[in-house]
């Protein structure tokens, strides 16, 4: 199946929504119970997911096939052996905490830190754990357009994550999910509902988001008319670009995930058109930039 589970919640508060509680562990072992029984074969999580990855250990049955992707530290401004080996101890203590020997990627978090002086250091030692088995996949979680371009002129990526949603179609736009495609990439997409926002009711929408209240009215509006739920919508979109891997999904509970896997398989009246709904404004589309005041 299509969809991968992001595991965010396991570990840390998140989103916008009322609902912000780290999922207790007792959902967490039914979520990944359900997931294998629907073949969601891909997990994503982080060294900067607070509690996520010891979660995850202590609930993956020790026969599981899931494909667990992990993400790095952040790093200084200047790359240094010191930071090549906080990479390869931090990797190692996800392993501990997972409980795993191997992992199928590991991404670097912060895509500028590749970018940084010395940040050949970190690529090295990433293509080292490749290469000693403990890693299948490597590469970076983007934001945007130039980090992708200007992370393809310096490595070869194996796997990327990006975000893309109805708001967000900017890498659709530019045609870089084709160009990743051509170069071999693994594209997992992120961020499909932004983080709760295509979801909310535009009325309780405040500080910086403000500005989203009229086109999520319109969005909503248009799709009472094609009765189609903003979840569907969401799905559907990413679901269809047919350059996406996998699409990761947060969840607080089977119901939750129950409700994601049915509606990736709805599908849509073809005279729906997403493209009207495309944004351009950063302050929007990327959550570290909100201010929910």
């Known amino acids: 199946m299509k969809l991968g589970l992001g595991t965010v919640q396991f570990g840390l508060e998140y989103g916008i929504s009322a609902e912000r509680d780290k999922v207790a562990q007792p959902m967490v072992e039914k979520i990944l119970e359900y997931a294998a029984q629907k073949n969601i074969d891909v997990i994503d999580t982080a060294a900067l997911y607070g509690s996520s990855e010891e979660a995850l250990g202590n609930c993956l049955p020790s026969n599981h096939e899931f494909k667990i992707v992990t993400k790095t530290p952040f790093f200084s401004d200047v790359i240094t052996q010191g930071d090549a080996d906080a990479l390869e101890r931090v990797f190692l203590q996800s392993l501990t905490k997972l409980k795993q020997s191997s992992v199928y990627g590991l991404l670097i978090h912060r895509a500028d830190d590749l970018l940084r002086e010395g940040s050949e250091l970190l690529w090295e030692r990433m293509l080292q754990l490749k290469q000693q088995g403990l890693i299948k996949k490597i590469g970076a979680s983007i934001y945007t357009a130039a980090q992708i371009d200007a992370l393809l002129a310096r490595y070869d990526f194996d796997l990327i994550q990006l975000p893309i949603s109805v708001f967000d179609q900017r890498l659709l736009a530019t045609g870089h999910l084709k160009t990743l495609k051509q170069r071999g990439v693994e594209i997992h997409a992120r961020s499909v509902f932004l983080q709760g926002l295509l979801l909310k009711d535009p009325a309780l ?89």
């Open 205 to 293: 929408l405040t500080g910086s988001l403000v500005s989203a209240r009229q086109r999520l009215q319109h969005y909503h509006a248009v799709l009472r008319v094609f009765d189609v739920s903003p979840i569907q919508a969401s799905m559907h979109f990413v679901l269809q670009q047919p350059d996406i891997d996998c699409v990761i999904v947060g969840v607080r509970s089977v119901q939750h995930l129950d409700e994601l896997v049915v509606a990736s398989y709805k599908s849509m009246n073809a005279a729906f058109d997403y493209a009207p709904f495309a944004l351009q404004d950063e302050k929007i589309l990327n959550p570290s930039q909100w201010n929910l005041r």
